[in-house]
């Protein structure tokens, strides 16, 4: 899985996430495009959301999961981020990720289930799996 720049226009683009084949993946383009075009966000913001939903998509192909399963197993995606060097190039290169940044990826994750479960395409229960539900009143 990878971020993969798309040109619509000669001034409007946005970013997706291509499979080994290079074929986009249907649930992130549709989040993403929806980013882009109907949330009007910045470019710049697809190309990071991509970049973090190529992660968790990778991390889910590779663990035999689909977008579901990915999500039920959250915990076991951030124990990877934790313990799992960064290995593209970079100013992160061979260090593990900071809390901060293991959260942004975290958010990207659960904006595209969101998305997906209110374009049908992911039940609902999902979303119990990726937001804890916690009382902090004491």
Known sequence: MRALRIELTDALAYWTVVDDGWEPVPA???FLRHLRLGRDRAE???KAYAGDLALFLGWCETAG???AGGARALSSFVGMLKV???VRAGSG???VRSAGRINHVLAAVRELCK???AGGDLDASVL???FEVGDDRY
């Open 65 to 67: 999961l689909d977008l």
């Open 128 to 130: 119990g799996a990726i």
């Open 44 to 46: 710049g913001t697809t």
């Open 84 to 86: 799992t060097p960064v």
């Open 93 to 95: 290169q061979g260090k």
């Open 115 to 117: 998305h997906a479960v």
């Open 28 to 30: 992130a383009d549709a």
